[in-house]
């Protein structure tokens, strides 16, 4: 065997290890693989905690909404809504269920919480006794002892907000 065969057995032998091993391929932090923003359409159920304002850091509120999934069709899902000290907060807006807030959010399974979870404020939890569940006006009440899946989270921001329509009046 010539000395070009033997490295050309190594060259090949490399390779195969190489593709074996199966690194995973490199990925930058390209503006295009984030999140996904959806269009969603809301309606404020409850707000569930919120913080003094800081005039400093970024402030947020989280929701308990409902999502429009097709006309008079809505699921309950957890809203976080982030804004600056400059902002308006979410329920600056006002608490009112009739009114369908238009906004863009990033579905996050990671902050996804039960609706028991949401409404009480367990010892150690940044909830508190003074700071329980505030309906909206016209709001029913919530069963929190409904089935225990985790409410799906969606995040969003003041920046993503678009605008609130006040839905006409229930039909009867």
């Known amino acids: 065997m010539s000395l070009r065969g033997s490295k050309l057995t ?6 195969a290890v190489c593709a074996m091993v199966g690194l995973p391929p490199a990925e930058g932090e390209l503006r295009w693989q984030s999140a996904k923003k959806e269009a969603l359409r809301l309606r404020l159920v409850a707000l569930s905690w919120n913080h003094p304002r800081s005039s400093e850091f970024a402030n947020e509120e989280i929701f308990i ?8 069709e809505w699921k309950l899902v957890k ?23 238009e906004m863009r959010a990033v579905r996050d399974a ?5 609706l028991a979870s949401l409404t009480s404020g367990r010892v150690g939890d940044w909830r508190s006794d003074q700071n329980k569940v505030q309906y909206s006006t016209d709001a029913e009440e ?4 409904r089935p225990r899946t ?3 989270c969606y ?3 003041a920046d993503d ?12």
């Open 79 to 101: 809203l976080v809504y982030a804004f600056m000290p400059y902002q308006p907060r979410l329920s600056d807006y006002g608490l009112d269920h009739e009114t369908v807030h």
């Open 10 to 15: 190594k060259a090949i032998a490399l390779a």
């Open 65 to 72: 909404a409902e999502k429009e999934l097709a006309p008079k």
């Open 150 to 152: 985790p409410l799906p």
């Open 155 to 157: 995040q969003t921001s």
């Open 161 to 172: 907000y678009e605008k609130s329509v006040q839905k006409p009046a229930k039909e009867e």
């Open 110 to 114: 990671t902050c996804d919480e039960t």
């Open 142 to 145: 919530l069963n929190v002892e």
